[in-house]
């Protein structure tokens, strides 16, 4: 057997002995991402069905004023309510969405033909309340519009007078580009569990290796230190590639149990894709292990390695953030950059989108090249003189 | 036979290591004596290509280990300063990864970790894992896997350090009879009794240099004492450092 493959062998032996290892790796680690994302999916799904189905309470202050337009409304289902003492107070503190004030003036300027200012109280910031704002919003602009149009009918002018431009909203999302919207963390979370998933190892392998002080027999056997540190980086790459295998195969099994069709959306997360998401994701690993062990050699100490293998986990969360808050459109050279790439076809494979031939192997061919030079490095570091030296 | 000509090593402003030269014999215990901090562990570092000297030349059985470093490892047994273990590995497995990662073939390697474990009479730990060895239990397990590949020179790094007085009296016996099969054996050591009780040939280092070297019967002489260790501390020029 060549030396790396009796490396490889041992570590991972014995670190399937350890059970923190296997649970932290296998378990919290794989899971997560499952888990995280079922919660969010049925938050939102919850949250958006109630919004839609439950009937808009509104609270008035000077209903007396417009007595036809809550009339109106009452038949539209709204269930006009008492208005609280302070509204502005109630708004602030969130026990209201939103509340709408009828001025006293109101029915004079109606009278008089002038536009009839009605006040919405909100706080545009909360989010929780949008939809009720949107709701209400609509509801009062189509009062508005029913009165214009009965006003002009009165004159003998056809309402069309007065809308020479119509908006035709063609929406060119496809029900899985909408829960591609939902999905948009899924590529953080894979990545996340490739880079995780071979944290404790490498770790371990390296750093840990020194610290218990077999690090310096183990070099003095007859094989090469680049050797060595391949077999460490390939068992860091194997339980990297098993984690999100699991990750992986925990989407697929937990996808179908929530019912995203209920509002609208399709989400494409099933054996193929997956299968797919598997071979774009997985050059990431070498990638990830290369880092990792670069870091747990370069480091002092055990302590020290674990604390930037930590942050080295955060890394591949900078292009998903960057995408998620300044969403841009994407370019072919994006493609060459791992992962950004990873970001994209993540994204297009669970959109139900597709990726080019030439996107993925860009991507791939891409991570691969840099994932060989950082092992490169690592090799490097491997062959300093007080690699092995603890004390 | 390892040969050491004018070695030296400086980490910064210190050095560690200032010309070294000696040579250990097959069928020989040779000592390297010296208080702590004298240079034994680096010269020994040197020896087994852990560290690169900045000067001097090192034979293993002929072999230049500038120009093959794995072809002298190959003929090399070492017990570190450094001797940790696998704790999720039992004491068996310690040793076969080692034989592995020489390249025996899984025939010669059962044999020869059989004959090993039976040799240091740790036949009763072979199969537990190693986390919660003694001292002297993880000190046998850790040379039974320097000596798997049956090599012809054995370097051990203080040896008996932390071992109580059964295990270090085991150890002594073991070396003995590593030196009656023939091999050349190295050790250092900062304990004066141990070495005057073992060893055929004694170098004694004191700051990074060689003060002295030769036969016990020698050094007695050079110092003009006949206890060996007045000697050393004569040799040496304190005690400092050194045990009895």
């Not at chain 1, 610290?211 to 540190?229: A, D």
């Not at chain 2, 009479?121 to 002297?136: K, L």
Request: aromatic letters at 6%; hydrophobic letters at 45%; one cysteine or more.
């Amino acid at each position: 057997m060549s030396p790396w493959k009796v490396v490889f062998w041992k570590e991972v032996r014995e670190n399937a002995r350890d059970k923190r290892t296997m649970f932290s790796t296998f378990v919290l680690g794989t899971l997560m991402g499952p888990v995280l994302f079922a919660v969010l999916i049925s938050l939102v799904i919850s949250v958006q069905l109630e919004r839609a189905e439950k009937p808009l309470e509104l609270p008035v202050i000077g209903a007396e004023h417009a007595p036809n337009l809550i009339a109106w409304m009452k038949t539209r289902g709204v269930v006009i309510e008492e208005a609280p003492a302070d509204p502005e107070a109630a708004i602030r503190k969130r026990d209201e969405d939103a509340v709408l004030r009828v001025p006293a003036a109101y029915a004079e300027e109606w009278r008089a033909g002038q536009p009839a200012t009605l006040e919405l109280i909100v706080d545009r910031s909360q989010q929780k309340a949008e939809q009720t704002v949107r709701r209400v919003e609509q509801m009062i602009a189509e009062y508005s519009s029913l009165t214009a149009t009965q006003r002009l009918l009165v004159r003998g002018i056809s309402p069309q007078v007065v809308q020479p431009v119509l908006i035709a909203d063609v929406d060119q999302s496809t029900p899985q580009s909408r829960g591609g919207m939902l999905l948009a963390m899924l590529p953080y979370l894979l990545i996340l569990t490739v880079f995780a998933g071979g944290s404790y190892l490498a770790t371990d392998a390296t750093a840990g290796e020194r610290e218990r002080q077999s690090l310096e027999p183990l070099l003095v056997n007859p094989v090469g230190r680049g050797e060595i540190m391949a077999g460490k980086l390939l068992a860091t790459l194997a339980f990297a590639l098993a984690s999100l295998a699991i990750s992986l195969t925990a989407f697929a099994l937990s996808t179908p149990l929530f019912p995203v069709e209920k509002i609208g959306i399709v989400v494409k997360l099933g054996p193929a894709e997956c299968a797919q998401l598997f071979l774009l994701v997985a050059p990431l690993g070498l990638i990830g292990a290369g880092l990792l062990t670069t870091v747990s050699a370069y480091a002092k100490s055990f302590r020290e390695a674990q604390t930037y293998n930590t942050l080295l986990i955060l890394l591949p969360a900078i292009p998903s953030m960057l995408m998620a808050l300044n969403p841009v459109k994407p370019a072919d050279w994006m493609y060459a950059l791992p992962l950004l790439s990873h970001q994209l076809v993540i994204e297009q494979t669970v959109r139900g989108e597709g990726v080019a031939l030439w996107q993925a192997g860009l991507s791939i061919g891409t991570t691969l090249l840099v994932g060989l030079v950082i092992a490169f490095v690592a090799m490097r570091i491997y062959h300093r003189e007080h690699l092995a030296i603890s004390a | 036979m390892i040969e050491l000509s004018d070695l030296r090593k400086t980490f910064g402003a210190v050095k560690a290591v200032d010309g070294v030269s000696f040579t250990a014999r097959d069928g020989e215990i040779t000592g390297l004596l010296g208080p702590n901090g004298a240079g034994k562990t680096t010269t020994l570092r040197m020896l087994y290509t852990l560290m690169k000297p900045e000067t001097g030349h090192i034979r293993v059985d002929g072999i230049d280990i500038a120009s093959d470093p794995t072809g002298a490892r190959r003929r090399l047994g070492v017990l570190p300063d450094a001797r940790g273990l696998y704790k999720r590995l039992t004491a068996r497995e310690n040793i076969e990864y080692f034989g592995r990662l020489h390249g025996l073939d899984e025939g010669t390697l059962k044999a020869r970790t059989e004959a090993l474990i039976a040799a240091l009479g740790i036949a009763d730990i072979a199969e537990r894992r190693t986390e919660g060895f003694s001292n002297g239990q993880r000190v046998k397990t850790a040379i039974a896997r320097a000596l798997v590949h049956d090599p012809r020179n054995v370097l051990l790094d203080e040896p008996t350090n932390g071992l109580d007085v059964m295990a270090t009296r085991a150890l002594r016996q073991f070396m003995l009879k590593l030196r009656d099969e023939g091999r050349c054996v190295l050790f250092s050591s900062h304990i004066m009794q141990e070495v005057a009780a073992l060893c055929d040939r004694i170098v004694v280092i004191a700051r990074g240099r060689v003060v002295a070297q030769g036969t016990p019967d020698e050094l007695r002489r050079q110092a003009g004492d006949d206890n060996l260790e007045e000697a050393f501390v004569k040799i040496i020029g304190t005690e400092e450092g050194l045990s009895l």
